[in-house]
Structure formats: structure tokens, C-alpha cells
């Protein structure tokens, strides 16, 4: 069975000279650059990706080859996906560490390597999802949509170690449109969308208090999910 580096070592990759290896040249970073990877871990079925039928292995695999420096995960569900020998406990073993923002049922944490970044802040958001029986944002609204409080941020600023440069990271997953028949999440799309956009106000409300304090005024903004 193939691994991941050898699979891409039997493609062609653009911008390698005959002979390179691509699984080298992806984890090659120019000096001082920082690489992000916003990554939808599918892990919140067990019988859908797990250590059982390889997936989770495969998923390690890609991080090693791509390496990055910060890893914003999206359904990455922490009673399954913490569990040793699935994704959390595999990342830890290749020199990962988790921002969860203090909260044990964070869906969206971030994972870093320490040994090329400091962590300077970070901090967790569980989207309200309130809303009104019109669908319109309402703190007070009776509806309240986050398919199992599983819609969520994390955020955290990050120091160069190599240059002393910050920038911050956002990782995030928004409310989903399945069907108004979905056992797990009944949403018309009308609903759906205006659970986004709900979830999106609170993200830009979090950025701009975060803009608004001067060390973290004029940071690189990296945000996703």
C-alpha cells in the first residue's frame, strides 16, 4: 500500500525540475515563510473516518508531506477524534499542540508546531445561531441553529520565532444546508442561510475587536474553514 509521500512521488508536479521529488518540494517553505492549512477532518461519524479503515492514517500522512506550521481543523469531533490513535493523538505524535480555547467540545480546534511559532493569544467562539421564526438574527429569537453546538471558532495570534513577525489565524465552520428532511440537522435553505449569515456577523464582530487593539491592529488576518 502506497503512502502518501510515495503517491505523490508518482505524479508530476509543476515547478519541480526532473527528478525532484514532489512530496520533498511540498514541504519545501521559502526562509521565513509560515504555511497554513485550513482542513475539513469528515470526523464526526465514526463509521466515516477513523483509524479502522485508514482514513485517519492517511489524513497524518498528508500532514507530514504538507507540513504546515498551523493546522485549523473543521468537524474534528473531540469524544471520537481525541481519542489514541485518532487524528488529535496523531498529530500530537508528530509534534503538534492544540488551541482549543478552553473548550473541551471545540469541533474547529487549531494545531501548531512550537518549534517554529510562539503562541502569543488565543480564544474560542461557539456561534449562537439565534434567530427568529422570520430567519433574521435575534439574540432573543426563539430558533436556535448550531447542529449540536458543533459550529464554531477558534482564533489564535502567532509570533515568528525566526523573525519576531505575528499574524493571526481563524479557523471556523458554518451552519450547512442538507434538507428539511435531514434526521440531523432539518433546515429549509432559506434557514440554512440565514444561520450563516448570522454566524459570519459574529465573526467579523470578534475581527474588529480584535482590529481594534493596537498590537494586533496591522497582523496578517488568515481565516477559513
Not at 503517491?7 to 526532473?18: I, K, M, N, S, V
Not at 477532518?41 to 483509524?51: K, N, R, V, W
Not at 489564535?156 to 513577525?165: L, Y
Request: charged share 20%.
Amino acid at each position: 500500500m502506497l503512502n502518501t509521500a510515495d503517491a505523490l512521488d508518482r505524479l508530476p508536479l509543476c515547478g519541480t525540475a526532473e527528478g525532484d521529488s514532489p512530496s520533498l518540494a511540498y514541504r519545501k517553505k521559502p526562509d521565513g515563510a509560515v504555511r497554513v492549512m485550513i482542513y475539513n477532518h469528515h470526523g464526526q461519524t465514526a463509521g466515516l473516518c477513523g483509524p479502522v479503515d485508514g482514513c485517519e492514517q492517511l489524513q497524518t500522512e498528508l500532514m507530514t508531506v504538507y507540513a504546515p506550521d498551523v493546522l485549523a481543523l473543521q468537524e474534528y469531533t473531540p469524544w471520537r477524534s481525541a481519542k489514541p490513535g485518532c487524528l488529535g493523538d496523531r498529530l500530537r505524535a508528530i509534534g503538534y499542540t492544540e488551541i482549543n480555547g478552553g473548550y473541551a467540545k471545540n469541533f474547529t480546534p487549531l494545531f501548531y508546531r512550537t518549534e517554529t511559532l510562539s503562541l502569543v493569544e488565543s480564544g474560542f467562539h461557539l456561534y449562537s445561531g439565534h434567530m427568529n421564526a422570520a430567519g433574521e438574527a435575534d439574540p432573543n429569537g426563539a430558533l436556535k441553529i448550531n447542529n449540536g453546538d458543533s459550529k464554531s471558532l477558534t482564533w489564535a495570534v502567532f509570533e515568528v520565532r525566526a523573525s519576531g513577525k505575528r499574524f493571526l489565524v481563524i479557523g471556523t465552520h458554518f451552519m450547512y444546508f442538507s434538507s428539511p428532511t435531514d434526521s440531523e440537522c432539518p433546515l429549509t435553505r432559506e434557514q440554512a442561510t440565514a444561520a450563516q449569515l448570522v454566524d459570519a456577523a459574529e465573526l467579523l464582530s470578534l475581527l474588529r475587536g480584535l482590529r481594534a487593539r493596537p498590537e494586533f491592529a496591522d497582523i496578517p488576518v488568515i481565516a477559513g474553514g
